[in-house]
């Protein structure tokens, strides 16, 4: 008697909401205020997202890392969501921030997760040792990390850390960034081959996202070959035909959709919090 086909593994949805550099004149939801980025998480988990990419922003609307305003937006968003969402907060600099600052504001705040640029935080042997001392402090603390890689190069440095220790977990959380934060910018799901080529080192957990309308394509094509995905108004304004969509639930839902189409299962929060336990 053949073998029963398996399944195709579950994955789960982040939620990129924001960012740092668009504002309103990009999109006029795109959520800024604690009161938008609250209204715009419970929206997304309905629509099927376990996880939120939080950023918040100062009263002139530039990127901000400061741990009171992660606070208010955290505690904002838990009072419409609780536990059902993953809250992810970003340590990007976007050339106003050093690294010092970059992992000060992750210990004041000890959020569930935080995402962490290896270019930004590691960017070379010399920085290893405090990155090192500070995933330490991660493990510690239960923040879950997820390493922000921009080039297969990037993924191959992180595998070396992690033959020589320096990772205290198994395995951990990574990101495959599909192109670059420039204008124009449009990814292809053809993008993500170079992070998955024979010769690259493997990561258990791995997620996808991309620049522009081909976003779902892209995630998609992530998430049939295993990977965790992340949509949103961070990366892409626009549905695969173009045209601008409603809100960041939108991109969610239509995302969904496809996967459940698929037959791809989502996972839900605590499901992710489990496969995240692990990795340890």
């Known amino acids: 008697m053949a073998d029963k086909p398996k399944a195709l593994p579950s994955i789960s949805i982040?939620?990129?909401?924001?960012g740092g550099r668009r504002g309103k004149s990009d999109h006029p939801a795109l959520p800024?205020?604690?009161?938008?980025?609250?209204?715009?998480?419970?929206?997304?988990?309905?629509?099927?997202?376990?996880?939120?990419?939080l950023h918040v922003r100062g009263r002139d609307g530039r990127h901000l890392l400061d741990a009171e305003a992660y606070r208010q937006a955290l505690g904002a968003i838990r009072a419409v969501t609780g536990d059902r969402l993953i809250l992810q907060i970003t340590t990007e600099a976007l050339d106003l921030y050093r690294?010092?600052?970059?992992?000060?504001?992750?210990?004041?705040v000890r959020p569930e997760a935080a995402s962490l640029a290896l270019r930004e935080l590691?960017?070379?042997?010399?920085?290893?040792?405090?990155?090192?001392?500070?995933?330490?402090?991660?493990?510690?603390?239960?923040?879950?990390?997820?390493?922000?890689?921009?080039?297969?190069?990037?993924?191959?440095?992180?595998?070396?850390?992690r033959e020589?220790?320096?990772?205290?977990?198994?395995?951990?959380?990574?990101?495959?960034?599909?192109?670059?934060?420039?204008?124009?910018?449009?990814?292809?799901?053809?993008?993500?081959?170079?992070?998955?080529?024979?010769?690259?080192?493997?990561?258990s957990h791995w997620t996808t996202c991309a620049f522009g309308r081909h976003e779902a394509a892209?995630?998609?094509?992530?998430?049939?070959?295993?990977?965790?995905?992340?949509?949103?108004?961070?990366?892409?304004?626009?549905?695969?035909d173009g045209t601008a969509a409603?809100?960041?639930?939108?991109?969610?839902?239509?995302?969904?959709?496809?996967?459940?189409r698929c037959g791809v299962g989502l996972l839900t929060a605590p499901a992710l919090r489990e496969e995240w336990a692990a990795l340890s």
């Open 218 to 240: 892209a995630v998609s094509l992530g998430a049939l070959l295993g990977g965790h995905v992340r949509v949103g108004f961070e990366n892409n304004l626009e549905l695969p």
């Open 246 to 260: 409603r809100n960041n639930a939108e991109l969610v839902g239509m995302t969904a959709d496809i996967l459940r």
């Open 32 to 53: 800024l205020t604690v009161a938008e980025l609250a209204r715009c998480a419970e929206e997304c988990l309905a629509a099927g997202a376990a996880m939120l990419h």
């Open 99 to 108: 690294p010092g600052e970059q992992m000060a504001v992750t210990r004041a």
């Open 122 to 161: 590691c960017p070379d042997a010399a920085a290893e040792a405090e990155f090192a001392d500070f995933l330490l402090w991660l493990r510690r603390e239960g923040v879950m990390p997820q390493i922000i890689l921009y080039s297969p190069e990037e993924a191959k440095r992180l595998a070396s850390m």
């Open 164 to 203: 020589r220790g320096m990772i205290p977990w198994r395995d951990v959380p990574v990101l495959y960034v599909l192109g670059r934060y420039s204008p124009g910018q449009l990814s292809q799901p053809r993008d993500l081959l170079p992070f998955l080529a024979p010769d690259l080192p493997r990561y």
């Open 14 to 18: 982040t939620n990129a909401p924001n």
